[in-house]
């Protein structure tokens, strides 16, 4: 039952030539992977070299961490663990509100002590390609990718990541 199509799908992303993590909502996402027991298998996969690609809140999943608003409240904001095959904290196609929830989230790293956090906002028309096997390499592609970085303690839009 359970178990069995929990194996049917390890085994079907075993043999994918390429890993497709769709959007949707990140929360409810990871605990789709964990309720079907996969996290650990795409982990495993990624450190061999399969080809992940997240798109929208795919994009978060793959990454390191990302934030919930409980009652939708900004003050009780919280970090939640994503899968981290990405070494990185990403938001997605949020230029318009200036990347308000990658801000919270990248002003919650600072406070728990990060080093130099730095929050990577994906364009509509951009992406980010991180090589995860080569030291975690990032190119911009499409568009510059904004940064949202901590410059003497309040959170501020960097210099963007230029095309590679």
């Known amino acids: 039952a359970r178990s069995a199509r929990a194996s049917e799908a390890r085994a079907l ?4 030539d390429m890993v497709f993590v769709s959007g949707g909502d990140v929360e409810l996402g990871m605990k789709v992977i964990h309720d079907r027991d996969v996290a650990g298998t795409l982990r495993t996969l990624a450190r061999r070299g399969k080809p992940m690609f997240g798109i929208s809140a795919g994009s978060l999943m793959l990454a390191r961490e990302w934030v919930r608003f409980p009652d939708g409240d900004d003050a009780r904001a919280e970090i939640f663990r994503c899968l981290g095959i990405a070494p990185v904290h990403v938001d997605a196609h949020s230029e318009d509100d200036g990347w308000s929830e990658l801000r919270v989230l990248v002003r919650l790293l600072h406070e728990r002590g990060d080093a130099s956090p730095v929050g990577y906002g994906l364009t509509r028309k951009g992406c980010l390609r ?18 949202i970085v901590v410059k003497r303690g309040a959170v501020v839009e960097g210099a963007p990541l230029p095309l590679g």
């Open 130 to 147: 991180v090589d995860v096997l080569d030291g975690a390499g990032l190119q911009a592609m499409g568009t510059p990718i904004p940064r």
């Open 13 to 16: 992303l075993e043999d994918a």
